[in-house]
């Protein structure tokens, strides 16, 4: 697995929900939701950085990519 942090920006339960759900919609991806940090760690073996990206800004929030953890 790889695990990537990504910095999203999340202001309330309902943007870390949207995060979960377009999360949880990718196949063999694990993922752990911060919101008072505003980060998103995402386990992932057969996905990249870019379609992970992708599939966070689908939330339309802001999204940067901070690297592997």
Do not use: W
């Amino acid at each position: 697995f790889q695990k990537h942090e990504f910095s999203v920006d999340m202001t309330c339960e309902g943007c870390s929900n949207a995060v979960s759900r377009v999360l949880s919609k990718l196949e063999g991806v694990q993922f752990d939701v911060d919101l008072p940090n505003k980060k998103v760690c995402i386990n992932s073996s057969e996905h990249s950085v870019d379609t992970l990206l992708e599939t966070l800004k689908k939330t339309g929030k802001a999204v940067s990519y901070l690297g592997p953890k």
